[in-house]
């Protein structure tokens, strides 16, 4: 017989039929190709059916449309900070904060005094000398929330003042037994006394432990500006709040002074006073 392959066959589909080496197998039918038309038809209708949806839903991104390339970088511009090159030490300024917010402080009761006794003035365990200056007079501040309180006053302008004072504020009417805080609070007492009417902002000159002949303490130096002393061309005054722990714990001393800001002579005479300050306990 002959051997297994395809052999010519007029009569098969496809011309040919296949002999396995024993008979002759049933030719396959011709595959029918899918018509162009066909074919034609499908591509029209889904081209019509993305046109009907771009028309349908315009903020739908066209297919159609080239890749817009990406200019976007994760690399930051403009001058970067180097954590290897050292930084220059900023020069120092005054900073503002929060301050001037009324408050409820509380009323001693106790009214103050102007005496000096052994050429000091003495009150709430400190003492300090008196100021320097024949302007200066025996005349007590209006401190309500301290008690025990020593004072001299000094006459800038008619209705504008100058004041040194030594007294102590009380834990049990409110105040911190920390010193910083304490400080805080006594001068914002002093915005919302009426001590500075139209207060308009303070800047903290120095605000950092202090020493009392041995003695920790606090010391908070602010100005305070107002706005309606400026017919006087008086901006306000330099406020320093010295804070110092007793032995009684419900006893802060307390040394204030208000020296007007910018005036020379005032501050001349009031910084030997802070050099003076001691504690009597």
Not at 48 to 56: H, I, P, R
Request: proline share 9%; with cysteine.
């Amino acid at each position: 017989m002959a051997q297994p392959g395809w052999y010519a066959d007029p009569a098969a589909p496809n011309g040919r039929r296949y002999w396995d080496g024993q008979r002759w197998l049933d030719p396959e039918p011709p595959r029918k190709g899918v018509s162009r038309w066909v074919w034609l038809l499908v591509a029209l209708t889904v081209v019509g059916a993305l046109v009907a949806a771009l028309l349908m839903f315009p903020g739908v991104a066209n297919p159609f449309a080239a890749t817009p390339e990406d200019t976007r970088t994760t690399r930051p511009t403009g001058e970067q900070w180097d954590e290897l090159l050292p930084t220059p030490t900023p020069t120092p300024t005054e900073i503002e904060s929060e301050f001037g917010q009324s408050i409820d402080c509380p009323s001693s009761g106790d009214w103050g005094r102007s005496e000096i006794r052994g050429g000091r003035l003495h009150g709430g365990g400190l003492s300090i000398v008196p100021p320097q200056g024949q302007q200066w007079v025996m005349s007590p501040a209006a401190f309500e929330w301290m008690y025990d309180y020593n004072s001299m006053l000094r006459e800038i302008v008619p209705g504008w003042i100058s004041n040194v004072n030594v007294g102590y504020v009380k834990v049990s009417d409110g105040f911190s037994t920390n010193s910083k805080v304490a400080a805080e609070q006594f001068v914002s007492c002093m915005s919302s006394s009426g001590m500075f009417f139209g207060f308009t902002k303070r800047t903290v000159l120095f605000n950092e432990p202090w020493d009392v002949a041995g003695r920790p303490a606090w010391r908070l130096t602010s100005n305070v500006y107002v706005s309606d002393w400026d017919h006087a061309n008086i901006e306000g005054d330099t406020v320093d709040i010295v804070i110092v722990p007793t032995d009684d714990p419900d006893k802060l001393a307390v040394y204030v002074s208000c020296v007007t800001i910018r005036h020379d002579e005032n501050i001349r005479e009031v910084e030997p006073v802070l050099d003076s300050l001691l504690y009597e306990g």
